[in-house]
C-alpha cells in the first residue's frame, strides 16, 4: 500500500481505496452497493463527459446513504465521509436497512409513480433502491403528497416535471457549478422546494443551452432530454 492509499473492511471485506474518496464511492467500486441519490461524483464510468465534473460537493440530502461505522454511535452519511485506513463499514445492519426504508417511503410518498410512461423507466434509482430494499413502488405508508406541479415543456431540447424531482440537486451541481449558466434552480424551502427555472420563467426563456447535462444526472425521470419534441428514454443510471 502506498500513501495514496488506504484499507478500510466494508462488510467483511477488505477493501482498498484512494486516500481521500467518499465511502460511498470506495464501496460502490468495490462491488458493495449502497442506496444513494444525491452523492455525485467528479468521474462517472457511465457517463464520460461528466469527467471533468467540478465543484463536486455532497449535499447529502436524501439519507438513503447510511452506514455504521465502527466506533461511531450514529450511523453516518457514506457520501460524505472519507475513507480511512483501517475504517471497519457496515452497510447492511437492520438498524441502517430500516432508516433506509423509512427515507425512500418518505420519498415515494411525495413522486407519482407513472413509471410505464417515463423516460427514465428502467434506469431510474428510485426503481433501482426500491427493488435493492424490496419496497414496492405504490405501496405507501405515509400519507400521499403529489404537489401536482405543471409540467415545463417548454423548451424543444430539455423538459421538466417538478412532481418527479427527489430534490438530489444533482441537475442543479450542473447548470450551476459545472456549467455556470444557472438556468434553474432551488426555490422555496422544506417540503415545498421545487427546482426551477430562474424566476419562475418557463425554462424556454432562461439561458438554458439545451445541453442536456441537467437531464443526464437527473436520477430519475423528473428531467429529461427531448429529440424532435419526444422524451429520449435514459439509458444508465449509476
Ligand atoms: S447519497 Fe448520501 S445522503 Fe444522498
Redesign the pocket.
Given at each position: 500500500m502506498n500513501s495514496d492509499t488506504v484499507k478500510l473492511t466494508i462488510d467483511g471485506k477488505a477493501v482498498e481505496a484512494r486516500a481521500g474518496d467518499k465511502l460511498?464511492f470506495a464501496a460502490l467500486d468495490a462491488g458493495i452497493y449502497i442506496p444513494?441519490?444525491?452523492?455525485l461524483r467528479g468521474v462517472s464510468p457511465h457517463i464520460p463527459h461528466l469527467c471533468a465534473l467540478r465543484g463536486v460537493s455532497?449535499?447529502?440530502?436524501?439519507?438513503?446513504?447510511l452506514v455504521e461505522i465502527e466506533g461511531r454511535r450514529r450511523p453516518i452519511?457514506?457520501?460524505?465521509e472519507d475513507v480511512a485506513d483501517g475504517m471497519v463499514v457496515r452497510t447492511d445492519t437492520a438498524h441502517v436497512r430500516r432508516l433506509q426504508h423509512t427515507a425512500l417511503e418518505l420519498l415515494l410518498a411525495s413522486h407519482p409513480i407513472e413509471c410505464k410512461t417515463c423516460p427514465a423507466n428502467g434506469a431510474c434509482s428510485l426503481q433501482r433502491i426500491a427493488a435493492f430494499l424490496h419496497v414496492k413502488l405504490k405501496q405507501k405508508r405515509f400519507r400521499s403528497r403529489i404537489r401536482d406541479l405543471p409540467v415545463d415543456d417548454s423548451h424543444p431540447d430539455i423538459g421538466i416535471d417538478p412532481d418527479k424531482c427527489v430534490i438530489?440537486g444533482k441537475c442543479i451541481w450542473a447548470c450551476v457549478e459545472h456549467k455556470g449558466i444557472g438556468a434553474i434552480n432551488w426555490a422555496f424551502r422544506g417540503d415545498r422546494t421545487v427546482i426551477t427555472p430562474f424566476g419562475g420563467d418557463r425554462l424556454v426563456d432562461t439561458k438554458c443551452d439545451g445541453d442536456g447535462l441537467c437531464a443526464d444526472v437527473c436520477p430519475v425521470g423528473a428531467i429529461w432530454r427531448k429529440e424532435n419534441g419526444i422524451p429520449v428514454s435514459k439509458k444508465s443510471i449509476e
Open positions: 460511498l444513494h441519490l444525491c452523492a455532497p449535499h447529502a440530502g436524501c439519507r438513503l446513504c452519511t457514506a457520501c460524505t438530489c
